[in-house]
DNA sequence: AAAATATTCGAAAACGATTTCGTATTTAAA
DNA sequence: TTTAAATACGAAATCGTTTTCGAATATTTT
């Protein structure tokens, strides 16, 4: 691999010093107007492409940012991925994507990858194992700018976007009430995620609010075994108090029901009605049609990207304040929570 | 932001020259056991992370590579990346993941800032709209390593992971003709890319063989606005002569005609029967659940970045190979081409 | 015309690692 | 005991930029 020509070639090939073909090519003040053509032109005419690393190594910027999301093959991430590149590229940054697998321990080695400023900053939703949180509160010492978006991390000082998780659950669980359900189960990955805290606050105060007791038993944590999470939500149907309404807080839970409701001889929405959070593109092309609560995630990608930028573009910028910015969900009403 | 102590600083705690702590570090038998446990319990205590700037400067490598799709929101290419992360990460190489949105102008401005060395190689499927091919011959003869998956360019000399195109599409017509489809449509994104080609190729060829004359009306050229599609799709289906079969050349085409299928009084797969390529994770919930023939992804993504590694950390490699390697799709027969 | 100020550029240091070359000390061979 | 070879480390160059400092020439001011 024959990396092109350098500056120093390109400034001998003009009988220039490198420092002064380096201003031409920056377009400092000190270079003759002159001289900058006679510089520029040559070096498209070499194709002159400066060296990233040496430049990275003396200014100390990498120009390029890490996105660690927990799973790749999620709409959800991919949009937002592509709302960040869309606001990034255009600063000529590059995108360092890690998914984590939903392993901290993952999590933690491309954490510590990630000490060395190979990224500027780093945008992340953190895994659903994540408890401890040491790596992460490591990385914001050292003074790396990061910022979380979805499943965020309260105890850093930074900014997070989210979407409105508890009016969103709030509305949705109000929604499977309205339309009848009585005894609504609410299906999560982790509690200790920031999304299902705040989507089961909604939930529990929407059942509240409408004067139901919420029972313990119908909150009901699952897996990353799409096996194991269709196996029990299986028995949980079979039970004599199933429930005839759920709010899946994540939508691999949401297709874990569908599969599990094939399995029994209910039927959607008649017995069972289900909403859930999901960005999948074909929701109305499942039988019967998903209700959904859909997050902004390409416009959550692009607030991301928006304050990063600004943040490492302009000089003296602050740290990036603490506070949690929601963008709201839609929800779209579909067969699976109607009435008939 | 301060990043860590540099080697020179670590030298100095040591009362050692930076030489020797490099060496030291890189295991050199140059040095002795006794100062190697000195330094690296030191580094250790200090937590000294290698600046990766000065040491791609110095090695001219980023350990870093390049991947180029498409689209993010397609759990094809997702699967692929998490493949060629799973073999990368195990070698300390990141992945700069880049999506070109189907568009050759953005697929050029890529490529283009991947001449400087900012990565080692290059894994790519081209975009549906790239015919003209100079940007990436360029990049092939500066000595890039650049390897294809999927839509593939032919006239690049190296080496390319497709699965059995040819083959799959004969089955997949194959089978719609077994079950009784007389007019058979193909659908595909654009005649350029590689995948169309091949995938046409053995539906003319199962036609052929079948004794059937294929008709040039039903070779059908999508865009990638999905309403476009689903009304070019509705009208070919409320045609006089419409097909009674489709095959989807992609995934998102399949989609188009079930929601085509919808604004029409046909029914899937009564008076019409849809067979797709396709990675999505849910054709089972489709209604009625989608025939597909599924690509090994996450296996081509590893195979790719097997034979990266071999190429990038083994010395004196010989360029990859001019050669086309083919794994094999999965044809699996669901509710969409039954016959009732 | 002399002095002060712009204007324009070059020399060299710096970023932080690796590596070539050189050298002092030990150890082994003659 | 002398010589040769092995061992263990340091000094300095190097990768390709940017930037500080310095300086020469040109221009303006007094």
Redesign the interface.
């Known amino acids: ?4 020509i350098s500056l120093k070639e390109l400034a001998a090939r003009l009988k220039l010093a490198p420092s002064t073909v380096s201003r031409a090519l920056n377009d400092s003040y000190e270079i003759s107007e002159a001289t900058k053509k006679k510089v520029i032109s040559m070096a498209e005419k070499l ?1 002159y ?6 430049r ?2 003396r200014e ?1 910027k ?1 120009k ?1 940012i890490a996105v660690i999301i927990p799973e ?4 959800f991430f ?2 937002v ?2 709302g960040i ?1 869309s606001i990034t590229s255009e600063h000529g940054y ?6 984590t697998h939903e392993d901290v321990e993952k999590e933690k080695k491309i954490v510590s ?1 990630l ?4 990224a ?1 900053a780093i945008v992340m939703s953190v895994s659903s194992q994540t408890n401890d949180i040491s790596h992460l509160k490591n990385l914001y010492e ?4 990061i910022l979380f978006f979805d499943r965020v991390c309260a105890e850093i000082p930074t900014t997070k976007f989210i979407t409105n998780d508890y009016e969103s659950a709030f509305e949705g669980t109000k929604h499977l009430l309205q339309q009848g359900c009585k005894r609504i189960a609410f299906l999560m990955l982790s509690m200790e995620l920031s999304i299902t805290r705040e989507r089961h606050r909604g939930y529990l105060d929407a059942l509240k609010n409408a004067g139901i007791e919420p029972e313990s038993r119908l909150s009901i944590c699952c897996s990353h075994q799409d096996a194991e999470n269709i196996q029990l939500i299986t028995e949980l149907l079979n039970s004599k108090s199933r429930p005839d309404g759920i709010l899946a807080s994540v939508e691999k839970l949401a ?1 874990s029901t ?2 599990a409701v094939k399995k029994t001889d209910l039927s959607i929405p008649d017995d069972l009605k289900v909403i859930s959070f999901s960005n999948m ?2 929701p ?5 049609s998903l209700t959904t609560i859909t997050q902004p995630a390409e416009a959550i990608g692009q607030e991301c990207a928006k304050i990063l930028i600004k943040k490492l573009t302009k000089p003296r910028q602050p740290d990036l304040p603490n506070e949690v910015i929601s963008l709201p969900s839609k929800l779209t009403i579909r067969e699976s929570t109607l009435v008939r």
């Open positions: 691999m024959k990396n092109g194709n492409q400066p060296n990233p690393f040496a990275s190594l100390n990498s390029s790749r093959i999620n709409n991919a949009q991925i592509d590149e590059h995108l360092l994507v890690y998914s990858l000490q060395n400023g190979r500027d050292r003074g790396l700018p297709l569908y599969h593109s074909i109305n092309l499942l039988n019967p």
